[in-house]
């Protein structure tokens, strides 16, 4: 039984460049989650999809945007990166958007 | 506003307990998460609280007071490979989780 998992592991991009990022959720889960990890600090929510739809979302601009697949399979896209931006990108899926969140293991992004 | 603190580091001896220290303020509240991450790896869900109370789990254990906007995650029986972050997480539904920083503990021999 697949966890989530997350491609590409580790990408590298130049400021004002554009970035998708890949997640598949756990088998039998319907809820993708985003979250941006900080070196040394702890995650921060991006958003959140469930039946396709953005449900909720955290404190970030509209650069940041995401789609989800009728598979439940997610991306996030990142437009006019910034050196700021770059961080662990963290999936989590859940069977609902109310149960626990089983991460993947990130997609480490460099802004250079 | 939304606050979560935790220790920044701790340090522990293998065998021995320590207790991970979690305080909050937030505008909503549905339960409480705590995670392990170790370096590099993604976040593994270790318990939830939702009442007041200790929720046990073999050596971990998590203990919650909503009325003092606290927990903390019990570790017993220390060993070399608990040596991670440790994450305090609120809820305030819909798995937005609002983190705290994270406590990274070391165990040493």
């Known amino acids: 039984d697949a966890g989530v998992t997350q491609s590409p592991t580790h990408l590298i991009k130049t400021r004002g460049q554009q970035v998708t990022l890949r997640c598949s959720p756990k088998?039998?889960?319907?809820?993708v989650s985003w979250y941006q990890q900080a070196l040394g600090q702890g995650p921060q929510f991006i958003f959140q999809y469930y039946e396709e739809e953005e449900r909720q979302r955290g404190n970030f601009p509209d650069r940041f945007s995401g789609h989800q697949f009728p598979n439940y399979s997610s991306e996030l896209n990142v437009n006019a990166l910034l050196l700021g931006d770059s961080a662990l990108y963290l999936c989590?899926?859940?069977?609902?958007?109310?149960?626990?969140?089983?991460f993947g293991n990130g997609t480490r992004l460099t802004v250079t | 506003g939304q606050n979560i603190d935790q220790p920044t580091e701790m340090t522990a001896t293998e065998g021995a307990i320590v207790q991970i220290n979690c305080t909050y303020q937030?505008?909503?509240?549905?339960?409480l998460f705590w995670y392990q991450q170790h370096a590099g790896e993604a976040p593994t869900f270790l318990s939830y609280n939702v009442l007041d109370g200790l929720e046990e789990k073999g050596r971990f254990s998590s203990f919650l007071s909503r009325s003092k906007g606290y927990s903390y995650l019990l570790l017993k029986e220390l060993q070399m490979k608990d040596s991670a972050s440790y994450l305090c997480?609120?809820?305030?539904?819909?798995?937005?989780?609002?983190f705290g920083a994270g406590t990274r503990l070391a165990v040493h021999p």
């Open positions: 937030t505008s909503g509240f549905n339960g």
């Open positions: 088998s039998g889960h319907d809820t």
């Open positions: 997480a609120v809820t305030g539904g819909y798995n937005k989780l609002i």
């Open positions: 989590a899926s859940s069977q609902g958007p109310d149960s626990p969140l089983h």
